[in-house]
């Protein structure tokens, strides 16, 4: 084969191309290109500048425009050259522009091992880098190119590009349906990894002569045979399997050479199904058919929808050759798969998922390729494969997919845990940058980490868009910081709750916590605080329950509510001795009336119970004026003892966030009530908050609920409990 296209070539194809190129344009992108090289040769010997006219020579086979031709012969300037972008773009504009830039970015990425996993990766990142998809065929054009030319190159070049272009751009002239260009870039390829093998394979071949002529023959003879059947239309073609091909199955599958039946292909289109049988007919009326080889893919389809009548069978000599039938609508379908055909027909709208994507870019090449006079939909494909997702490389190089919009935060939990764990930075391309950056694919990340011990930092959970991040940031929490993560849920449990209006009692509140918890299917109110705090049980869907559960109390106590009034008693622990005499009574058993919660000072009388002692009342209480008009006999009269006032203590402990003047407000509030404060005591813990210690005299129960309540009200409170230990 030619090593490269001269110049006069090249213009000669795109004068003759019925594509209407701007022939000035290239010629000017020429002259610019072969000054820039001027005096550089190729490892081969020749002119540097036959590299980007044979370069742009290929694409002119691929049915490009004039820009992508501009483009691939300038495409080593920006990088070899003085040639500057900002030069490039005044004379050849934006689009010239981004296109060299677009292949100079991806000359700049080198794969020093391509390791299976890490393949598909670096595919897939190739394609969402190059943005405009014609960068990607600039860029296979260019590969190709140098895959003819390798040669020249030292032995452990050769292999190493060799490699890559097996394992990442081959793949990628696969993908894009660019058979021609995958399959030569696989036999190159091949020849570099496995020189043995590729000779052999081609001494294979060439026992049968010319493996070409001898497959074209068989096609002339079926087109001129299913003619005279009245198939004038039928389109013929054929194909000797690549080396590669034939490799894959010798080596891989481990077939012989005499094993492998498809070496030779025909493939038959046609218009209707019934064509399809009756050229099958035809076939093995002209040629002898071997058994177990014939597939009816038509009355079964594949389940990915393929269809096509698969027979083999045996030519001139007996060498077997495949043949496949199909109509164009099943050729369609097979090239394109069963999603693309059917976006061809609704115009493409928002999609997912990257094959429909590439299919869609098969089907456009293809039409590039064909008719002359479509537009340059290519042009128009600012390719976006992948929009929803980024490639980054760790500072070794390796390539970490992340779904588009993930931080730099995302990026270190994807590495390892342990280093999301210690993360304290991140430098993007050797750069500083704030860990919520949002990657972008190209991108060199680096994580800077801190102590082992330094942890995460609960906001991060807002920040991350990973469930890999979030979970491995949840899981730190849950291990590591169980005492706070109990408070951190209490504390934003509470907060809900005051937030929604959720007013409960100590018991109803307890209740409702047990309740919740074995829901969670948790051991303890504690695990349901812990969970909350690092993020297992989501606080939201949590307040729904509870909310429920409100909404159901609140209805009961509407329903006590409507009952005559029983009285609701609160046993305090009161009698004579505590302050209050019942005459006609020694030592009895005393209560205050929650109705009018009397006090010391109030007018007071007492109301025999059935079996709790006397509930004391105050005397213009309305229980009471009415109660003794129906039973005076139950009711007696009541004072306060001397010297009562206030002798009540009560301790109480408030748990807080810390900020300033804090200690001021309760105070304040508490003095507003004028109840005196008998002692007070406040502590700051390491994590923000504050706990104060006070000793307060209240009249009684009641009273103290009220002053509770009141210090619940004070900003930032998260709670006020009764010490029980004193
Ligand atoms: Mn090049």
Redesign the pocket.
């Known amino acids: 084969m030619q090593r490269y296209t001269t110049y006069e070539e090249l213009m000669h194809m795109v004068r003759e191309s019925p594509r209407g190129y701007d022939v000035e344009k290239i010629e000017k992108a020429y002259r610019l290109a072969e000054k820039a090289h001027e005096g550089q040769n190729r490892r081969s010997g020749e002119p540097y500048i036959t590299?980007p006219v044979s370069?742009a020579a290929l694409l002119v086979d691929l049915g490009l425009d004039t820009e992508s031709l501009c483009a691939a012969l300038l495409?080593?300037v920006v990088e070899d050259t003085e040639v500057s972008l900002g030069e490039l773009r005044a004379q050849f504009g934006e689009d010239v522009t981004n296109l060299v830039d677009g292949v100079t970015k991806l000359t700049k990425i080198t794969f020093s091992s391509v390791e299976e996993q890490q393949a598909e990766n670096l595919r897939k990142m190739l394609l969402a880098m190059s943005q405009d998809i014609r960068v990607m065929l600039i860029k296979l054009c260019?590969r190709l190119h140098?895959m003819r030319t390798m040669d020249a190159q030292p032995e452990q070049k050769r292999r190493d590009k060799a490699l890559e272009t097996m394992e990442v751009y081959a793949p990628i002239a696969h993908r894009l349906g660019i058979s021609s260009i995958k399959e030569e870039l696989e036999d190159r390829s091949l020849r570099y990894l496995d020189p043995v093998g590729y000779e052999e394979i081609n001494r294979l071949l060439a026992q049968n002569g010319s493996a070409k002529v001898f497959i074209e023959n068989i096609a002339e003879k079926v087109k001129e045979r299913l003619a005279e059947h009245g198939m004038e239309t039928a389109w013929i073609s054929s194909r000797v399997k690549s080396v590669y091909g034939i490799y894959r199955k010798m080596y891989i599958q481990n077939k012989s050479f005499e094993e492998i039946y498809d070496v030779y292909a025909v493939r038959i289109i046609l218009n209707s199904v019934a064509e399809c049988y009756n050229a099958l007919g035809v076939i093995h009326d002209m040629y002898h058919p071997l058994p177990n080889r014939f597939k009816d893919y038509i009355s079964t389809s594949k389940p990915n929808g393929y269809q096509s009548l698969h027979t083999t069978v045996l030519g001139r000599e007996g060498v077997p050759f495949e043949v496949q039938i199909r109509t164009w609508e099943m050729h369609h379908t097979a090239e394109y798969g069963v999603a693309a055909h059917w976006k061809y027909k609704a115009g493409i709208s928002g999609s997912d998922k990257l094959e429909e994507r590439l299919a869609w870019v098969r089907q456009l090449l293809e039409s590039q390729r064909e008719n002359d006079d479509s537009e340059d939909l290519l042009r128009n494909l600012k390719s976006e494969l992948l929009p929803e997702e980024v490639f980054v490389f760790t500072p070794k190089g390796e390539v970490v997919n992340l779904p588009a919009g993930a931080t730099a935060i995302d990026f270190a939990y994807a590495i390892h845990s342990a280093v999301g764990n210690r993360m304290i930075g991140a430098k993007v391309n050797g750069r500083i940058v704030p860990i919520d950056h949002k990657v972008q694919t190209g991108e060199v990340i680096e994580v800077i980490t801190g102590p082992a011990n330094k942890g995460p930092s609960r906001d991060w959970l807002k920040i991350v868009t990973t469930s890999e991040a979030r979970s491995k940031i949840r899981s730190w929490f849950k291990k590591e910081r169980k005492e706070e993560n109990i408070l951190e849920g209490r504390v934003s449990l509470e907060r809900e709750l005051r937030r929604n209006q959720i007013n409960l009692t100590e018991e109803e509140y307890d209740a409702f916590m047990e309740e919740m918890t074995r829901r969670q299917h948790l051991n303890t109110v504690e695990e349901l605080y812990a969970a909350i705090g690092y993020g297992g049980v989501q606080l939201s869907r949590l307040m729904l329950k509870i909310k429920d559960e409100y909404t159901k109390l609140l209805k009961n106590r509407e329903a006590e509510q409507e009952l005559p009034p029983p009285v609701p008693l609160k046993p305090v622990a009161a009698s004579t001795a505590d302050g209050v005499i019942v005459e006609g009574l020694d030592n009895c058993l005393v209560k205050f009336a929650k109705c009018c919660s009397p006090l010391p000072g109030d007018e007071i009388v007492g109301f025999v119970t059935r079996g709790f002692g006397v509930s004391i009342h105050k005397k213009d209480c309305a229980n009471a004026r009415s109660g003794m008009v129906r039973e005076p006999e139950r009711w007696l009269r009541a004072h306060w003892a001397d010297g009562v006032k206030q002798n009540f203590t009560a301790s109480l402990e408030i748990r807080a966030l810390d900020r300033p003047a804090l200690f001021a407000d309760v105070s304040a509030a508490i003095a507003g009530m004028r109840v005196p404060i008998l002692s007070i005591s406040a502590r700051q813990t390491p994590d923000g908050r504050a706990t104060m210690s006070l000793t307060i005299g209240v009249a009684n129960t009641e009273h103290l609920d009220n002053v509770v309540a009141k210090l619940c009200k004070v900003k930032d409170v998260v709670s006020v409990d009764r010490a029980r230990d004193r």
């Open positions: 590299h370069v495409h080593d260019d140098n």
